[in-house]
């Protein structure tokens, strides 16, 4: 039996590497799994934890109001080294473009443990774009023996790094397992305001919006083109599901509190979020994961950044990059709102990010690898 740790300590990371180790509990027989949270996020963690009925091992408890990255990297890299050295695992599990997955791939070289990354080989070429996670994903597929990449695409790019061929496998993207998972159960929305809202006369726009190069004028103008498309769209409702950190609370409750029709909650619990995906008419984000769920579910994705390291939704046609000028958010935004050909063409479009089976995959890959 090989013994294999998953890490992770954010709400995104809980909710793409839940699928996996589903699958891996399956083969109790072949592997036991050691889950370690660092609760980087505390909240928004806790509530895809029982929602998946997801139980750690360990839970360093790390958070602290107002973190900086300097704080979370050595606070989960120092607890990490006990962990490791205690349970002294056969191979480690780490997802995405957190601190905590760099910081425990890291940590899991230095113990000479090899690691596995899943979402591997995503790219934006801009290391301050999405910051910090552009560097973050560069360091930890530096670091890792298995690259699980979710696209051909990423594929590519860790192959052009030097990246040995034979250690990368294309599974699709596991954020994609979770939500055909999930969707499969009934719902009534549990937050009172979705409990509210009429979607069969109105038209709703997501929107999320709190990344860390967006702080400041960034956010502002996002937060002003939406109240302009409020003021010209009368059957229009604007959900904003306003991230906790403070620096992104203060704008946003700032600009669009007493709008009308603008709906400030805090942070869905996945089902009621996953749930608003489904109903909404189309989606305005800065975050990576929207990218790729979205479009699975026929929703045009219209990206608030410069650029996205998932270039294949916007080549797939279901994404569009469109910058953070305010004046250009509203005018696209404007123009899927008014012109119907465009909006169905968005939301046909087919979604590259796989079948729902990428789990399963990883899986295999981990028993071709232990020679099982």
Known sequence: ??????????????????????????????????????????????????????????????????????????????????????????????????????????????????????????RSYDRFNPYPEEVNRLLTDALCELHFAPTLTAKRNLLKENINKESIFVTGNTVIDALYSALKKPHRFRNPILKKIDFTKKRIILVTAHRRENWGTPLENICLSIKKLIQKYDDLEIVYPVHLNPEVKKVVHKILKNSPRIHLTKPLDYLDFINLLNKCFLVLTDSGGLQEEAPSLGKPVLVLREVTERPEGVKAGTVKVVGLSKERIFRETCKLLDNKRMYERMAKSVNPYGDGKASTRIVDALLYYFKK
């Open 1 to 122: 039996m090989k013994k294999i740790i998953c890490i992770f300590g954010t709400r995104p990371e809980a909710i793409k590497i839940a699928p996996v180790l589903r699958e891996l509990q399956k083969k109790k027989d072949l592997f036991k799994t050691i889950v370690v949270v660092t609760a980087q996020h505390r909240q928004m963690l806790d509530q895809v934890l029982r929602l998946f009925n997801l139980q750690s091992d360990y839970d360093l408890n790390i958070m602290q109001e107002s973190q900086s990255l300097y704080y979370i990297t050595t606070s989960a890299f120092s607890r990490l080294e006990r962990v490791i050295k205690r349970e002294n695992p056969d191979f480690i599990l780490v997802q995405g473009d957190t601190t905590t997955t760099f910081a425990a791939a890291l940590a899991s070289f230095y113990q000479k443990v090899p690691v596995g990354h899943i979402e591997a080989g995503l």
